[in-house]
C-alpha cells in the first residue's frame, strides 16, 4: 500500500544538492599579511585531525574552517595508529583526504595530503606532509614509517616536543638519527596555544624549519580569524602558491610561526615582513618640537615595539589592522628621522627580538 | 633497534584522559526562562545529526554544545536509511547514540534516544523519540517504521512539512492516517530558522504537540546562546525532569517552540510565562500627570508589545534579560494601573498574539 | 600653616598634559572605500553638536570619534538660536570650533566649521558649513541668516526636510526661492538613521547635492566603524583632500550619502566605486557546467545583488570588506563571463537601483 | 516678509520632549551581585567628572551610562579648583549636579551631591560625598575645605593616592592630621585601572573605608557591564537602600572596591558574598572514584580558585555569570565533602587571599 513511500535516495542526494549554493555564501575574511621581496605570503595549517583518528568534525568541516578563517593551505593530519573511533570506522589512512578534497576544491583551500606517526615520546609525534599514500606510512618500527614518509616525497616533522616535560621531549639520540640520516625537516616550536622554546633553539641551532600549527582537534567555534583569536599557524614565504612552490618553502626554511600574539622566524623574513607592513606618514601637525605622526599596520599581527635608541616613545603598540597616532619630540631636521625599536614579540632567536627602524619622512 | 618505539595505546588513552578535566572546564550560560505554576520549564532540541548519517560532528560535539548553549536535553536523530558516509562507516543506527552517552552524562545533558525515519515527501521526514533500538525501525515501508517506533513507547513527529513547497507538503490521506491511528504526536512548526505556519495551524486544530528544533547538521559557532543567536529549541513544561516527565509533557501538549525571535505555544502556558518573566516596579518618579517606570524582563526572550488598551506607550520592547524604563501618562489613581497589551511574537495561534496585561502597583 | 597646600594649576595643567600620549595612542580603524577614477574618495559628517548648543559632549570628544570611527572630516553645526545649556555657558557661536581645533590639529582630522540656522518648519533646518564666523549668521530673519552664511564663502544645506512631516517638510515657496537666488547647495537625503525619499527626489530633480550625515548629539558608543554599524556619513569625490577640494566637490554634486545599509548617489560615481570595490576571480574549479568563482568586495559596503541577466545565481551578497564564493551554471566559453545583476541597496534615483555587470575572466 | 520664519523657542523645547520616551526605552542591564545577611549590596561609583570641570560630558550623560552600566548610585565629583573649561562656563560648583538631579530620577539612578577638592600632592586629591553645597568648599586653605565639607555632613575620602608615585603619594603629616581629627573616611583602594596597595594597607591597618571608582572623564563607551569590562566600583552593604543608608554604610566600612578582576574588602563581607555568590550542585554523575558536579557562580565577578586542601581540583576558574564542570576524585563517603580553597582574587588584605569551602552534598 505504501510502496510510494518508499526510500528514493537519488531525490535526497539532489535535494542535498540544492541547498549547496547558500553553503557556499559563506563569508570569507582573509587573513592580512603583506607579502615580501621576492616571496609571496601565504598562512597555513600542517596539523589538523577529523574523525578518522581522534578529532571530532568530518573532514568537508576543515575546508569549511579554513574558507572562514582564511588560511590559504591545510592538511588533514591523522593520526594512523592512535584510532579511537575504529570500532565504527573503517580504517583507511587516505580516507579523510579523499572526503575533504571536492569541498577544497569548490572553496579554494590548498589541501596537502598528511599524517601523524604517532609514538610514545621518545621519539614522540612526528607529521608528515607532501605524501601520496598514507597506508604504507602504518608499519610497526618507527623508522620505517619515517623513511616511507620521506620516500614518497613527504616532508617530516616533529610535533609539541616537550608536551610531556622537559626531560622526556628532550633531543635524544633518535632525533639526532632522523637529523643526520636527513629525514627530519623541521619543529613545531608553536603547537595550539603552547610556545616551545627548546624547539625554538634547535631549529636555530641545527638549520631547521619552525612551524605553527594549530593541532585542532574540536569544530573551530571561529566566524574568521581576528587579531588575538585566531589558530596558531605557519606564514610560508613562498615563490609560487602550489603544493611544489610551499613544499620548497618548508625546505628552505622560508617559514614563521604565529600565534600566542607572537611571530618566530627568521631576521631576513621578520625584517622585511615588519617593513611592508607598516606605513609610516609625514608628521601631519607640529607645535614646538612635538610632531604627531600617523603609523598603520597593515597586517594581522600587533607589534609591540620598545624603543632602544634615543628618541621616540618608550613604547608604541602597533594594533593590527589599524593606525595609530605617535607624538614625537624631536623638532625637525634636515633629513627623515631615523626611530629604532626592537619589536618584543618578533622572535628571531630564543631571547632575541626583531630589531626595526621606523622612518620618519621629512 | 627501535622496538622500544612501538605504539604504546593505554598511555595514549591515559594521556588523552589526563586532559579531560581542563575540557570540562567550559563555561555553560543557563537559558532563561522562568518556570510556571506547576511545571518546570526545561529547553530541549529534538532534532539533530552528527556523522552517523548526514551531519558533520562526531556524537560527543552535540553534548559540548548543549552544555555550551544552556540546552537541558536533547535527541540525536540520525537518519535511518539517508547515510551519505556510509562507504566509511560500519551501519549501527544505536551508534551515535551509544558515542555520546557518556558525555551526556559527565555534562549532565538528557540525551534522549532517537531517530529520523526518512521518505520523500509525502509523507516527508519524522523524527522518533524516546525509542529503545533504533535498528528495527530501519524497514522497508513507511508505516512499519513508525508503528515500531510508537511501539517501543516512542513519539512521533512530523519535521519541517512543507519544507519542498506547500502542495507536497500538505496535509495528506497519510498524515491523517498516522493521525486517526493516533501515530502521530506531533509537528515541527519551527526548524531551523523557518517557521511553518500550516503546521501551526494543524496542531491548533488537530491537538498535535508543537516542536521547535534544531535540525542542526554542522558544528554549532555558538560559544553561548543569547537572545536573538541561539538555536530553535523547544520549551517543554515538565512535572518533573526525567525522561518520563518529558514524554509526559509532550503527550500532553505542553511545549512552545521558540526561535526567530517568536514564541509559538498555548494560551494557558504562553500567559504564565510571560507572567512570571516580567517584573514592573512601582513607580519611581512622577512629574505632573507622568509616572516612569522600571520593567524587568527576566526570560531570554525579547516580548514585542503593542498596546491594545487606552493607557500606556504604544509600543514597548522588553529586551531579554533586561530592565527598561516606561513614561506612563496616567496620574495616580487609588488602584493598580492595568496596561493593555499584545505581545506581537509571541504566537497562540496562526494569527493570533497573546494578550497581555502590565499591571503597575500602585 | 597649610599654605603649601594652596591651589597650584600650572602644575595640574602639565600633569594633565604628561597622560596626552596616551590618549593619543588610541587605535584607528579607516573606513574602507576605494578611491575612482580621478577622484580621492573621503568620508565626511557635516553635521554634529556639542555641549555649545543641545549636544551632551565636549567639542573634542567629536574629534576622538572621528579618529576612532575613521572619519576624514567633519563640522561641529552647533544651533546658533537653540541653547539649552545657556543658562550654563557664554554665548560665543565660534567656540566650539575654536576648542576642537588643537584636537584635531594633532588627530590628523580636518575640522570644518559650521554651524545650523535652526528655525520652524517650514523652512525648517539648515546647515552651513565651510564660513568663516559664525556669529554674523545670528540674525532675526531666516533669509539674511542664510544670506551671511553663503557671503562668507559657506555651504547650505536643508537638513532631515520631513521630519516634521511630508506636509509641513514639503518644498514650499521658501525653499524655492532659496533655490532660485543660488544660496541652497544640498539637502540631507539620510540623517542619523532616516533616508528622505522626498530629499532625494528633490536632489536628483534641481541638481542639489545630496548628503548623509549624523546629527549626532550624545557620545557615539562606537569602538569603530563596522559594517552595518557606523554613523550616517557622505561619501566626498575629490580632486584633492583639502578643504577646497571638498567645498569643490560639494559645489559638483561630487557625492553620496551612505547608512542603513544604503548608498545613495549618482551613477558615474557609484558605478566606478562598485567596480573600484569588487575583484572577481577567475574561476579555481570546474566541474560539469559549473564554476567556481571567489569575489572579494574591498569596500565598507555590502552590495545586495539581484540578477537581471540570464546568467549566474539569482542574487549574491557581496559583504563588506569580505570574499564570498559563487557557482555558476554557465560551461566555459572563448570569452569572459559577464552576469547582470542590479546592486539593490546602490540607489542612483529615488526608485532606481544602480545597474552592475560582473565580470568573470576566462 | 520672514516674520513668520523667526524663531520659536517653545516649539522646538516641546518638539526635544517629544522624543524623550524613546531616549528612555535605552535598556539597562544589572549588575549581578547577591546580598549578604543582613544587608543589601549595592554598586556605586563615587568619583566622576563632567564639563563643569575636566570632564568631557554633559552631566546627564553620567545617568545614561548609570542606567546602562547597571549602576544604582553615583556622584559627579566636579574639581572645584581645576577649572580648565572656564573660560566658556559659567562658575557655579552645584551646577553639574543640578543639571543632572532631572535624569538622575527619571532613570532612578541615586545621585550623591559630591565634590573633589584638589591640591598638589601631597596632600592630593580628596572627594567629599554627601555635602548640601558645593560652593563654601572653595576655600585658599586645604584644611577649611575638607572641614566645610565635613561639618555639611559630608564624608571625604583621599582619591588615587600614590599616582604621583610612591613617594610623593605617601602618608604624610597631613594624612595623619585629617585622620586624627576624624575627617578622612576613607581612602581609594582602586582608581580606575590601577590598585593601590599602600591604600589598601592603610585602610587595614587604620580603620578607613575601602573605596573603587572609576574617576571617569571622557564619555563611557560601555553598552552595559559586563564581567571584566566594567568600571571599577564601589560594592556597598547598605541596610536600606537610600542615602542616609550608603553614608551609614560608608561610615561603618561596609564597602568593597572592584575592578581589575579582583575584589578588595573585609573577610565579613567578601566570605558571605562568595557563599551567596555560589551554588554547588550535588552530584549529577559518578564513575569509578570520579564525581561530576556542577558550579554555578550568580555573581559578575569571576573567582579564580587555587586549593589549599587536599581534594579538589588544583585550579577551578568560577567564571562570572556562568556555570562550570569539576570532576572531583573523591568517592561518596557519608558526609558532604567539604573541599578548602583561596580565592586568589578577592583580597581581604594586603596579601591575603578569602579562604572559602566548597561544599559538595551527599
Known sequence: MFTKFKMAWSTLMLSSMAVLPQALAEVRHEIQFPDIPGYQTIVADFHTHTVFSDG??????????AWREGIDAIAITDHIEYLPHKKYMIEDHNASYQVALPT???????????????????????NAVFIKDVNPIKTPEFMDAVKAAVDQGGFVFWNHPTWKGREKGDWKDIHETLYQEKLLGGIEVLNGGTYYPDAHKWCMDKGLTMLGNSD????????????????????????EFTQDGIKEALHEQRTAAWGQNKIIGHKEHLGPLFDASIVVSPPHHKAGK???????????????????????PLAITLDADSKVLVRIEAGIGKNDLRLKYKVENAFVGPEEALAVTLTIPR
Do not use: C
Open 56 to 65: 571530532k568534525v568530518w573532514p568537508t568541516v576543515r575546508m569549511d574552517e
Open 104 to 126: 577544497a576544491q569548490q572553496k579554494n583551500i590548498m589541501l596537502i595530503k598528511g599524517t601523524e606517526i604517532t609514538r610514545e615520546t621518545p621519539p614522540g609525534h612526528f
Open 216 to 239: 585542532i582537534h574540536s569544530p573551530s567555534l571561529r566566524h574568521k580569524s581576528e587579531p588575538g583569536e585566531h589558530r596558531a599557524l605557519t606564514l610560508v614565504f613562498v615563490k
Open 290 to 312: 612635538s610632531l604627531w605622526v600617523e603609523i598603520k599596520n597593515n597586517s594581522h599581527l600587533t607589534y609591540n615595539l620598545k624603543r632602544t635608541g634615543d628618541k621616540g
